[in-house]
Every structure is written in structure tokens, then in C-alpha cells.
């Protein structure tokens, strides 16, 4: 976290910089279906962010010595796009982006039925098309409809968000400027039904109040957008129910 | 074994239609699947354009840097592409580096905008032999259903004549940004147009099953006065001198088509 | 097929002690295993640390050398931390590039370090823009017997503070260096402490045969005021909100139990 | 292309600096069965260029999973010599030397009978010594004679050759200083039994009209090029035969 | 070598500016079994080189491809700590690390009875923490006791010390600074009951009688490491009965 | 199997031979192959050459760039070497990045190069610490027949020998290229003889046969006064003290018939 505050980002009513109240989601858009390869597919637009994801599977697994007798191997790719950023990113996996495929994937081991497919591979595939503060959050969001949209038997679906601390409040979903700015960024990932917490980091500093107060925080967030992605499947459903219903009435 | 019964079934069946002058998707042998274009869907990016060629879809974003120009050509900025074929198009890309077919589509988009001299480089050229504007035209490949090639050379045109450049000045060498953006120059609107050989027959705009039982693939990008700036014969197969020369003609016609759809009077 | 057996006798066997309290090697579930510390192991490096961890063994060396600094930070210096899983350490361990285990390993011990801001990085400023000090601290795990990451932050701080940084002067842009050394200035002392849930219960300092039971894993970093400065959870598994609360409680008197290995009063 | 005008390539009579006429190929030397090892190789001087080609194969798929049940599998591999250019080349492949290396094998493809080597593999090394313009279109010539030389079945011999546009003309076999600072480059191989080309690419501009003279100029040029072939490899045979005689002799 | 001469290295007496006599080693300190996981260790100080060796077989090799049906695959990875010198090395393995490997890896190929395991393999690593002027030579010396450690039978235990020319003398043990100052520099791997030389390496220029001398002091130093590692397994063998003893008696 | 039953017979075959002092191609133990060297063979290049031994052939190539020197020696040139073992040159040979072959074969090319300070670096320093003039010398392998050292040691003594460098003039900092040359100053003659050892006796330049059944490799490079200037052990065997001596007296006398043959009077 860099420490030069370069603009004030609350003012005095508690009311962010880009106008929302601290406890408030960025305005959050939730497509399921979206491309056609892919056997599931999402996109996600939260503030800025545009994130596109996808998954293939239950597959055979290539190269098949990865394969496991006992379930299947989930994997998983987050990575950004060279536009997606202000200065051009190489589009060589950076160590970020390395780590960040690795929690991710952590994230959903405790959700999908791997049981279910031994021998295959699930690939979760997650491209940052813009970033805006809160990609991997985000980009779980959106992962976690793709499998859905792909068929993937799931204990519960996982919504992610987070919460962090700016010029002194605990503020939820943080955005890339109160990232940069901010003294601390604490990105959840949660399954409601089971009360489960699949994803958790932190960067800045918290004492253990603030901690508990953004993590409670941070479960509220992902609540509430465990709500839109139920709609977004729903719209899904009703869409696909109602191309069904025209094509037998033609 | 099976698979590949079908895919021969398959295979003979579009052989077929061809020779009919027909085709699976019911388009005709010189007509493109439907086109749509989107500019600026990225907008933390310089310039940016997403196209669909019926199921297949591009997106291209350009990023603007500073850099050093290279040393035979001091004088101009520097233009690079590059293509991704992200996993999220396709069952069959893997992550990783470039392979051949990446570095190719990048290529042959790249030599398109180069030799039709769409961006005036001499105009990125800061301080000559120092420093200069880099334009990165990246091609992200988001969904695979065949002809990537013209796809993503028309959204980097449209991401092109999308693009804005920040204002600078020069002060003691180093270069400031100053408030405000004007456009990126471009002076030449260069179009691919693809044709698959199916049957010895030229089809345009082959779809990813026409790509799979092609014998060869012949790229001709054609820039706004109707001259031919690039070209790229791919796949396994040949073609016959008067198959190329027929092929000018329809890229030509199909080229002008194109370029209206992003080219604004 | 048989030493899967024996895996799942032994996995039984772990689950049933500590559902009991209890543990393979009778240490209590918030204890850690014997801790040694040694600094200055490597007379060469500008500093380093050596620490055990039961049989886990980490070394850690600091080398900083003159570099250029991030354009988006100018007047700072750069901390650089990386991790290798050398292959003296176990048979698992391969020869070959980071891969995701030693770069969260890296990563979970950098953000430690700089989050709390335990380096004065603006001291490591010589010429903003253009020079400045590069930290690089280097992780190199000698023996793995499970929690290489409060291993290797433990040894990490360590060694930080036994780094001496050469005296220099700046004469027309060019640093010289003079003779003497002051030691690195270290503002904070981050330690971290590793869980693993095994049986829906929390131990700390997970050996190896542990970790390879565990359901997931939670790292907490604490600074010297006992805030939280990293979190990262790993493994397959999940945590209950109280969990990690409970788990909030006990990191920070672990840490500041092994914090008083490594920082003199 | 570059634009810059260093020098004036064409006089008034139509002749270029090096003494051609427009339609005048270089002055090519080839040579059939030059390296030991290879099962065929071949050396080319066309101008400056010096090229060496080897062929393997066929031979056993390594690694294996890339075999093919019905055919060989061709590959192909096109290089420069560090030293081969002006600015010393790093050695490891470039992205062009990638893009050539596909483009070559696709010209290959429909020469070679490779459904006649099921589970092979034919591998066609071209190295660039001294590069002097055209080296993928020499590269051609000479593979297609390794080829020949490693007694793999051809419909034909693949012979290439480029032309181009230099201060307005229509010129053949364009040299290093016409390409760098001409109007267009036009690199063409061709099966003349079978009026089949099976390489194409072009850099530069040139009008339907002018592009049209081009390839049939291109095309005469790999006529001429397809005679000096055959003589090489009439000449190797002569030089086997001899060698036979004098053995049987001895 | 380079020439500049910073600073005396020998006196008029023939005394090192380390106090050392010409032929004289620096300090060693040997110890065996240094390591947990590994099935044979050491670790060696010899002046300021700080070494630690392992050795993991024999084991199934892998990947399975590389497997000799005939004997053990033997394997060595030299590699130096990034802190290990004056300057950060990349952790990545230079040119210099891959050449030491193989050199190193040749020099215990007629060590191992490698005929007495086939189809596994061998690994030894060595890991260099400081270096301080031969450190190939300790690394061999050290990884010929983890060798013995991990109980692979062996023709001989390899020794290896180097000789080298200072300022017109001839030296054992070449450290650092004389290598860096010196004329030249004989690593020298040697098994004494064999006499037996198994690495054999020179920078510098030495005539032939400054050479033979050379090699004949370098395999001195040998006979002395020898003795030394004997000691060092011994006290190893010792500690091992004792602590068996111990059990017993409790 | 058969295969391996034919190698054993041949193996068998030409150790009896050497035992009888005699070798499968009818040379004596010391001899060489006959050898040709032809310089000057890639015109573009500042210096090069072609030498076959035998059927081995190597072509080395040297360019001439502008670079920074090193930190620690920054009044000196930049000598470096790098071997291809070119996919041309043997079926056993892969593309792909430098393997331990070809990084063993240019270091020891380099040895007696650097070691023996045939080039003077010193000369080609044009502003201390900032510009030197970089040698690059390639070592190609276009057929493997075994003794790749000796021949490339060879062609990069010719080559080296056959440089031209470009006159050049320093005009406020920036070096200027003046018309013509003068060749590259070349003050030794290092040259590189390999043994073999087979069946315990020592054999000279061993062709690819007897590389494959060889015990142990031994390659000496003698400089022009006859002093060793640099030593490689390599293959699996191991050698005598008395046979290393042995090998430099002969290694003396033919590295002064191999060097008549590149070094004119």
C-alpha cells in the first residue's frame, strides 16, 4: 500500500469518492452463458472491472500423468489481459498472477464435487479484461457462474468480495484507487450456505477490531452479491426456458 | 475412431454444399458471417474494439508507451503486435508462450497495418534516436469459431482509429504529459479478407469446421485504394495462379464491404 | 496401494489425537515445534539467518545492491523477496524455474515485510527517479518438515535485522562507496504464524505430516503492535469466520513469542 | 519497407545496381549431397545468400505422442546464423524465423507423399549462413533438393523465388538492399508440373495489376530456378554413378 | 585470470596472505549427515566456502524415459545461493553452474557402482551458501560423503583440491582472491586407492614442468581431503553407534 | 537389441585395434584426420572460417558490436563464445536452447581463448566503463563426426585470425564508423588437442565411433609457446597421472602441426 494520499476519498459524511456510502458494492452487472466454446462461461462488470470467465470440463485430462484416480484436477487460470492495466502488462504470467491462480483455484477445491469425475480436469479459466481495484474477487464471481453455467455439481455457490480499511474507515468493496491509497485490503471468498470461507488475504494493516469489523464486512458483501449471481443464473434459466418454448411453438 | 467417421461424414457434407455453391450456415461462397463492431469497450486503454464474426470474437486493446525507437530507424515510433489465444476461446489453446499460429496471426496483422502505413510512425518520434511512442496492438482472441485472422485485423483497425494520444511537451529531455488527448493518426485503413480452398473451390470467411477440412488458406489484405499490402497463403494445400488472381478480385469487393463498418465517413 | 493404506491409518491416527488435544510429536495444538535462530551464518551476504523449525531448516541471505527504482514509486527503494524450494530440501522438491508453492511462499514473507513497513524504504532512496538501494532477501530452504512459511518470515526478519548497509557518498551522479557499514534500518517486526485446520480444529506450526492431512491453512502475520499485516489462507479447504477470529487470538501471542527470538531489546 | 532512398537501385536503361536486368534472376549456385550425417541435404548461393539444408527422415516420432497413424509428420525448421546478418542475430529462434519455419513446411506439405511414411516423422533443416535477401525462397530450393536427396517421393520439386517492386519496376529475385528499401516483396514457391503455389506472401503494396505481373514474374523465376534443380540433381547422380563405376573398377 | 595485481599475495618467506605455507589446505571442517530428508549429506567449510551436498537415491527415475536399463542414471546439480557472492547471482543456473554440473557429475561416474541399480536413478545436489574460490573441488569433496551417507557402494571416496600458480608460485588450495589474481588455477578430482584423476579442469597457462608439478601437488591435497573425510565418517559411524547404544541402554 | 549386439562388436572391434595400436580408419593413434581450413567464408560476418576434420565440420562466425563492458573489469573488451550444435549436423542433435553439450563445448573453446589472452581485450575499450567493442564468436557445427572441440577450436583461432575491425573515430561520446578496416589484434595461438582414452591407451582427434566406445575425453589447449592455457576432463572413465603427462607432451607437438595450418608465417 503506498502511503501518499494523493486526494481525499471520504468526506466528511462518510460518502466515497465515487459516491457511494462505505458499506456500499460498486454497481455490479452479472451475465451467465456469454461465449460458446466454452462449456460455462460468465462475465462480470463491478465498477470498472471487466472480467470474462470460463470453464472446460469434466475433460481427460492432458497431459494424462495429472490425472487422479479419486477425483478431478481442478485448475485454474487467472491472468490479465496487456490492455487491462495503465502500463502495458507483459502478457507472461507475472508471479502475481501465478500466486493469485493458486488461491483462486483453493477457493473453489471446497465447492466443487471433484468426487464426482475422476480421471477429468476442470479448467477455470479467468481473463481481466480491465482492472479496477478487486479483480480476483470479482473474477471468482464470475467463476463460480461459469461453473455453475457449465453444469459443475457445487456444494454452494462461492461469492467474493472485499473489504478494507481507507483514510481511517472500514469501507466495503474496494476500488483501485482506495486500494492504492488505502492502509489495508482484505479480499474474501465465501460459500453462504456453508458459512465457509474459501479465500482469504490481506494486505496493509489492521488491528484485531478492524479485522473482525472488515471481515464481517467483507461476508456482508459477498451476501449480497450471492443474491445477484442467483438472479443472473435465474435470467440464464428463464432465457434458455423461454428459447426452448419458441422453438417448440415454431 | 467414431469421431473421426463423423468428422469425415462432416467433411464430405461441406465438400458437397460447396460444389453446390452452398454452404452449412446456408451463407454463400463470398458472403461473411454477420459482422458486428463495438469501439471503446476498454476504456482504461488507449484504444480498443471487440468484433464478432459470428461466433468468433476478438478483442483488441492498444496501449501507447514511451520507449527507445530501433537503431535503423531512428526516426519512428514503433508498432508491435501481439496475439493471445487465450484459453477461454477454445478447448484446443493451451496456456503458454506464442506458438506458431499466434505469432502468425499477430504477423500477418502486423504486416498489414505496416506496409498499408496506417500509423504515421514518423509522427511517434519524440527525439530522434532516443525516444519515441511505442503502440502495442494487442489481439485477444475470446472465442474460436475460425477466421481469426480477419477478425482481429479488423478490430485492431477499429481499435486503431479508436485510439487517442495523450498531449506532451518536451522539457529538458524528459517528457511530460500534458491535459487532454487528441486522436492517434491514421492514415491508411488496411482490411484482411480470407479464403479457404474446399474442393478447389474459394470460399471467404471459412468457419472453424470449414477450416478443418480445408486445403488451403489464402489471406490478401487490401488497403483503402483498393491495393493489395499484405498476403498469406497457410494450411497444407496450394493454390492455382488464377485461383489467386480471382481471389484479388473478391477480396477487393470484400475489403470495401468491411472497412465500412468501421471506417466512419 | 499399500502405502496409501498406511497414509490413511496415519491420517486417522493424527485426526484422532488432536480431536483429543494431542499430537504425533506430544506437543500441545498451539505450541511450536523447537525453534533455533542463528544470524550472520554467511559472512559474504550484507546479512542472514539461519533458522530450524523442528526439521525444518530455512536460510536466509540479504544481499542490496544499486539499482533503478519502479517509475511509479521513484523515491523509494525496492525490496525483492524471493523463494527457492532447493532440491537438497526433500525428494518433492524439482530443479527448475519458481513454481506456485515457492511463489506464494515468496510472496506470503514479502508482504509481511513490506505491509508492515518493517523496511524504511524511503532511507534506501540515493537519487529519486534514478537510483536507488534494491533489498534482496533470498529464502533458500535447506530441509522441508512442513511450515516453511513462519520459517522463512522468522528467518527472513532475522536476517533483515542483521543486515549491515555499506556506507556511500554521491559525487556528479555516481555513488562510491566509503569504508564502514551502519545496519539496515528495521522499523517493525512481522512474524508469522501458520495454521493448519485438521478435523475442523486449529494447530499451529504444522510439521509435514500434518500438512499433508490438513483441510486448509492460515497464515497471520503480526506486527510488533500486534496488528495484522498478511493473511493468506492455502490448501483445499475452508475456515468458519470464528475460526479465524480464534486462530486472530493465538497468532498474536505466538508471535510475539517468537518475535523475542529474533529481536534484541 | 522502409522508404528511405539511400541509393538509386534502377537506372534509365532498366538496369539494378548489381548489373540484373528487372527480369534477371542472381547469379545461383547449387550443390546436392553436401553434409554427412543428413539422410539429404543441399547448399544454395543465390547473390550473398548462403543456405544449407538437411533433411531427416523418415524416421521414428520423438517425442511420440505427435506420431500419426495415416502420414509423416512433417516439420520444419528455418534459422539464421548468429552471424548470418549484419547486427549479430541472437541464436534463439524469432518470432519471424517461427512464422517462416510454419509458412516453408506448409509449402512442403503438398510436394511430399507423406501418407507413403505412416508413424514417421521428416524433418526439413534449413540454415541460413549469409543472408543476402530471399533466404526463405533459397531456403526452398535447397530443401526441396535435400528432399530429393533423402530419396523422399515428391510430386514435384518445390522451387521459389520472389519478386517485387523497386522504384517502380517489376522486379525477380529481389536482392537484400531492393527489399529494404523497394516498394513491395512478393516471395512465391511453386510446383511447376503441377501450376500449384504453395508458398505466398507479400510485404509492400503493389495494385491488382501490378500484382498480377508480379506472380507471373515470380513464377517464371521458379521456372528457371526448377531447371537449375534438376541439373544439380542430374549432376549429383552423374557424380554417384561415376563414383559406383570407379569403386566397381577398383 | 585477471592480471591486476591489487594487492602482495605471497610474502618473501613463501608465506600466503592467509598465513598458509604453499602447500598448505585452509581449515576443513567436514560434517556427514547434516541433512533430514535426504538420503545422504554433508556439509563442508574450507575457508570461507560453505557447502552443503545430498544425495536422493536410488530411486525411480523420473521421467521414466530416461531410466537405463543396465545401471543407475546418474545426476548432479552444482547451483550457488544468490547471496553465495560478492555480487546477486540469479538463482537461475548460468552457463558456468550447467558446465560444473556435468563435470562434476563425470567425476563420480567412475566412483559409483552404477551397474548395481538399474533403472533408478542417483541425485546429487550441491548447493554452494558462500563461496569463496573452489568451490567445485569442496562441492565434490562434500558430495562424495553424502554419497557414502546414503550408502550408494563405491569403488573409492572422490577427493578434490585445487593447485594453481600466484605470483610465480605454485599453491595448493587456491582461494578466492588468488584465483581471481593468479596465473593459474587445476581443480583437480582424484580417488587415491585407484589413482585414479576424475576431474581434471585449468584456466591460466602453465608450461608442462610448472604443470606436472601442479597436478602432483594438487593430488596431494587430494590424499590429505581423503584423510580428512575418512575421519569425518568415521566420527559419523561412531555417533551413530553410540546414539544406538544410548536407545539400548534406556 | 541387435542393434546393441552390433555397437558391442564394434566396440569390441576397436579397442583390439588400439590395443594393436591401430585404428578402424587405419590412422595411428596420434594422428589426425586430415584437416582443412578455409577462412574468410561468410563475407558479411567481421571474421570467419570453415574447418573439417575429417567429416566433422564447424564454421565459425565472429561479429564485432558495440556494448557495455563488464562491472568488474570496465577497461576491457567483451570476448564471447557460443556453440550450436545445429539439427543439421547429426541426427541426435535437438533444437532448443543451449544444452550441456553446447554450453561445455564453447566454454572450453573460450578457455583457450581468454586463458591464453589471444585477443587484447584492453584494445578494444573505447570509453572505460561505458563502450567496449564485443566479440562474438559463433561456433556452428554442421557435421558431427566427433572431436567438435578440436575443430571448433580450430575455425575460431582462424576466424579470429581472418577479423577485420571497422575504424571508428569518438566524437562527443558517440563512436563514429570511419571507412575501412585494420584486422583484429591477435597476439596467441591457442590450440586445442583431445584424447581419447580406449581401452586404457590414449588416441588423438577420436571420430564419433570412437567417441561412442571411449573411456574418458582429455582436451589440452597449448598456446603458441607451448605452455598448456587451458584443460577439460570430460566422459564418464577417469585418467593416470602418467597418462595426463603423457597426453601434454603429445598434445604439444600436434597442437604445433594444427597451428601451421591457420597461422600464416
Redesign the interface.
Known amino acids: 500500500?503506498?502511503k501518499k494520499k494523493v486526494k481525499k476519498l471520504i468526506n466528511g459524511k462518510g460518502i466515497r469518492y465515487d459516491g457511494r456510502k462505505l458499506n456500499e458494492l460498486r454497481p455490479i452487472k452479472l451475465e451467465v452463458g456469454v461465449?460458446?466454446?466454452?462449456d460455462g462461461?460468465a462475465y462480470i462488470e463491478q465498477g470498472?472491472n471487466?472480467i470474462?470467465a470460463?470453464v472446460?470440463g469434466p475433460?481427460e485430462v492432458h497431459p494424462k500423468h495429472l490425472a487422479m484416480p479419486d477425483r478431478s484436477l481442478l485448475r485454474c487460470?487467472y491472468?490479465m489481459?496487456?490492455?487491462?492495466?495503465?502500463?502495458?502488462k507483459s502478457?507472461?504470467?507475472s508471479?502475481?498472477e501465478?500466486?493469485l491462480?493458486?488461491?483462486i483455484r483453493?477457493a473453489f477445491?471446497?465447492s466443487v464435487f471433484t468426487e464426482y469425475y475422476p480421471r477429468t480436469s476442470i479448467?477455470i479459466?479467468i481473463?481481466v479484461?480491465?482492472?479496477?481495484g478487486g479483480t480476483r474477487c470479482a473474477g471468482i464471481t464470475a467463476a463460480s457462474l461459469a461453473l455453475a453455467d457449465a453444469g459443475i455439481p457445487m456444494r454452494d455457490l462461492v461469492s467474493a468480495c472485499a473489504a478494507g480499511k481507507v483514510e481511517g474507515h472500514l469501507v466495503l468493496d474496494v476500488a483501485d484507487l482506495e486500494d492504492k491509497q488505502g492502509e489495508a485490503d482484505?479480499p474474501v471468498a465465501y460459500?453462504p450456505n456453508?458459512?465457509?470461507?474459501?479465500?482469504?488475504?490481506?494486505?496493509?494493516?489492521?488491528?484485531?477490531e478492524e479485522?473482525?469489523q472488515a471481515?464481517?464486512l467483507a461476508?456482508e458483501g459477498c451476501k449480497q452479491i450471492y443474491q445477484l449471481q442467483k438472479e443472473a443464473l435465474k435470467a440464464k434459466y428463464v432465457e434458455v426456458k423461454e428459447a426452448k418454448k419458441e422453438d417448440a411453438e415454431q | 475412431m467414431t469421431s473421426s467417421i463423423i468428422a469425415r461424414v462432416r467433411q464430405k457434407r461441406i465438400e458437397q454444399l460447396i460444389s453446390l455453391g452452398k454452404r452449412l450456415d446456408e451463407r454463400g461462397l463470398t458472403d461473411y458471417r454477420e459482422v458486428q463492431v463495438e469501439v471503446g469497450v476498454i476504456e482504461k486503454a488507449e484504444g480498443s474494439a471487440r468484433v464478432r464474426l459470428g461466433k468468433t470474437e476478438v478483442l483488441v486493446g492498444i496501449k501507447i508507451e514511451l520507449g527507445a525507437p530501433f537503431s535503423d530507424v531512428p526516426d519512428k515510433g514503433v508498432l508491435t503486435v501481439n496475439a493471445e489465444l487465450v484459453p477461454l476461446a477454445s478447448p484446443t489453446f493451451e496456456p503458454g508462450p506464442p506458438n506458431e499460429n499466434s505469432i502468425e496471426l499477430a504477423r500477418v496483422v502486423d504486416r498489414g497495418i505496416r506496409e498499408s502505413e496506417a500509423i504515421d510512425l514518423e509522427k511517434l518520434c519524440i527525439e530522434p534516436g532516443k525516444k519515441v511512442f511505442i503502440v502495442f496492438v494487442d489481439v485477444y482472441v475470446l472465442n474460436y469459431d475460425g477466421n481469426l485472422i480477419d477478425a482481429s485485423a479488423l478490430a485492431a483497425l477499429a481499435a486503431l482509429l479508436n485510439t487517442k494520444l495523450f498531449k506532451y511537451a518536451v522539457k529538458e529531455g524528459e517528457v511530460q504529459i500534458k491535459p487532454g488527448y487528441k486522436p492517434l493518426s491514421i492514415r491508411n485503413h488496411p482490411v484482411a479478407v480470407t479464403f479457404a480452398k474446399i474442393n478447389d473451390k474459394l470460399v471467404v470467411d471459412p468457419g472453424l469446421e470449414e477450416e478443418q477440412v480445408m486445403e488451403a488458406r489464402l489471406t490478401m489484405t487490401i488497403e483503402k485504394d483498393g491495393k493489395i499490402c499484405a498476403l498469406q497463403k497457410g494450411g497444407a494445400g496450394y493454390f492455382k495462379i488464377q485461383q489467386i488472381l480471382e481471389a484479388g478480385k473478391i477480396a477487393r469487393k470484400k475489403a470495401a464491404e468491411l472497412r465500412k463498418l468501421v471506417v466512419k465517413k
Do not use: C
Open positions: 500500500m503506498s461465449l460458446d466454446n466454452a462461461s470498472k471487466k470474462l470460463a472446460y475433460k487460470r491472468h489481459a496487456p490492455f487491462s492495466v495503465e502500463e502495458r502478457p507472461a504470467p508471479r502475481r501465478k500466486e491462480s493458486k488461491v483453493e477445491e471446497p479448467d479459466v481473463e479484461l480491465q482492472a479496477d482484505v460459500m456453508l458459512n465457509a470461507i474459501t479465500l482469504l488475504q490481506m494486505d496493509g494493516m489492521l488491528t484485531s479485522f473482525e471481515i464481517n461476508v
